[in-house]
C-alpha cells in the first residue's frame, strides 16, 4: 500500500504503508534509540507526535506485553526504514500463540505507518530546520491537497496534550505482574504513601516507585495542592507528559502550593513544572532531545551519565533564581539544564528518565535520593498531620 510524509515546509516522502489504512497529523520528531520501539510508542510524553526512528530495522523482535509504557499507543504516527514483519521473540505471545508483528499492533491501534523512505535525510532536514508539523496518509492522497491540509495542523504549543493522557480520577497503582519488585519498607510495617501526579506517566516510573516500598497513589493532572493534602501523603512526585508546560498553569500552581510541604520528585514535564513554579521559564528546543544515549553530568559529584531522554522543551537557565535553585545537572551536548534542586526545600527533578526503559540504568540512584528524603522527613515527624 503506497504512502506518504508531507512536512509543513511541503517537503514530501513517498514509501511504503503499514500498520492501520488511515491518516494522521501532528509533529515529526526523531528518536535515535536502536531498540525499545514499543514502549516509545506508548510513552504518553509523545502524544500528538509522529515519531521517526533512526535504527533502519524496526520490528525485529514483534510485540509483547511486558513492554508496553501505558494503556495503548500514544503517538499518532510512525515512520522507519524499514518493518521487519517476521519478528523472533521468545517473549512475544500477545497474539494468541503467534508472535504479533509490529505493523499488526499498529494496524489494531489504528494508528498508520510510512516504511522505505530515506530516514536518514528526514531527519537531517528535521535538525537543520527544526521540528515541524507534519501529516501522514496511507492509501490514496493528493499531495497539492496536502500541502494546504498540513499547514493548518495546529502547533504542539497550542495543545493541552495532558488533558489526554492523564488519569481521570485519583485510584491506587497496580500491576500484579511486577509486584516481584515490590520491597517492603521496614519501619513497623508501613508503607511510604507517594501521591504521584499524573501528567502521562510511563509505567516504568510508577514500577521504580513501588519497588521503593510506597504505595503509589495517582491523582489527576488538574489535581490541586488541596486534593493533595487530603491524602497526607508522606511524598509527592511529578510525572512526564506531553507537550508545553507553558499551558499548563493549574499544573504549575499546584506545584508551588506544595513547595515546604512534603519532598518532591520530578521527570521530565515534573521536571519543568517545578522549574516555572519555581519563577523560572521554559522554550521550545529546535528538535528535542529523544534517545536512550544522552550524557549527562552530575555538578554535585562530577560524575558523568548516560541517560534516556525526551522531551522538546528545556528550562532557561538564567530565568532561574540561583538563590534559591541550584543547577544540579546539565546535559553535556548542549549544556542545557538537566536537573535542578531547591536550596531549602527537599524539591528536586531532572529533565531525562531516570526509570529509562528503554534506556540505560546510570540513574536509578535518584530513586533512591527521593525515598531517602521521605523516610528522613516521616522519621522526623512520624505523626504529621495534613
Avoid at 516507585?209 to 512526585?237: H, M, Y
Wanted: proline residues 5%.
Amino acid at each position: 500500500m503506497k504512502a506518504v510524509l508531507m512536512l509543513e515546509d511541503g517537503t514530501f516522502f513517498e514509501g511504503i504503508g503499514f500498520g492501520a489504512q488511515t491518516h494522521c497529523q501532528g509533529e515529526v520528531c526523531f528518536n535515535t534509540s536502536m531498540t525499545g520501539y514499543q514502549e516509545i510508542l506508548t510513552d504518553p510524553s509523545y502524544a500528538g507526535q509522529i515519531v521517526t526512528l533512526t535504527y533502519p530495522e524496526i520490528g525485529n523482535y514483534g510485540i509483547n506485553l511486558d513492554d508496553v509504557e501505558s494503556k495503548g499507543i500514544q503517538v499518532r504516527g510512525l515512520v522507519v526504514k524499514n518493518c521487519c514483519e517476521n519478528p523472533s521473540n521468545w517473549r512475544g505471545k500477545s497474539d494468541g500463540n503467534r508472535l504479533q508483528t509490529l505493523s499488526q499492533y499498529l494496524q489494531h491501534n489504528n494508528i498508520p505507518g510510512i516504511q522505505g523512505i530515506d530516514t536518514r535525510k528526514l531527519v537531517r532536514i528535521l535538525r537543520e530546520k527544526g521540528a515541524m508539523n507534519g501529516i501522514i496518509v496511507v492509501g490514496e492522497y493528493d499531495l497539492t491537497e496536502l500541502r494546504e491540509r498540513v499547514k493548518k495542523v495546529p502547533s504542539l504549543d497550542e495543545t493541552d496534550f495532558v488533558a489526554e493522557v492523564s488519569v481521570e480520577n485519583q485510584s491506587d497503582w497496580e500491576q500484579i505482574e511486577h509486584e516481584l519488585c515490590f520491597r517492603p519498607m521496614e519501619d513497623n510495617g508501613r508503607e511510604l504513601l507517594i501521591a504521584a501526579i499524573d501528567f502521562g506517566a510511563k509505567y516504568n516510573i510508577l514500577r521504580k516507585l513501588r519497588s521503593l516500598g510506597a504505595r503509589v497513589v495517582r491523582f489527576p493532572a488538574t489535581a490541586t495542592a488541596a486534593d493533595i493534602k487530603a491524602l497526607n501523603p508522606d511524598g509527592v512526585f511529578l510525572s512526564n507528559g506531553p507537550g508545553d508546560p507553558a499551558v499548563l498553569d493549574y499544573a504549575v500552581n499546584t506545584a508551588r502550593d506544595l513547595f515546604g510541604y512534603r519532598p518532591m520528585f520530578g521527570i521530565c514535564l515534573g521536571h519543568q513544572i517545578i522549574a516555572r513554579a519555581l519563577g523560572g521559564k521554559t522554550y521550545k528546543l529546535k528538535f528535542g532531545h529523544r534517545g536512550a544515549n544522552h550524557p549527562v553530568q552530575d555538578l554535585r559529584t562530577g560524575k558523568v551519565e548516560i541517560t534516556s531522554q525526551n522531551h522538546g522543551f528545556a528550562v532557561d537557565p538564567d530565568s532561574l533564581d540561583k538563590k534559591t535553585v541550584e543547577i544540579t545537572h546539565i546535559n553535556l551536548n548542549d549544556k542545557t539544564v538537566a536537573g535542578l534542586r531547591h536550596r531549602e526545600f527537599p524539591v528536586f527533578s531532572v529533565q531525562y528518565h531516570p526509570e529509562a526503559s528503554p534506556g540505560p540504568k546510570d540513574s536509578h540512584y535518584l530513586f533512591e535520593e527521593f525515598k531517602a528524603q521521605v523516610t528522613a522527613r516521616r522519621n522526623k515527624h512520624p505523626q504529621a498531620e495534613i
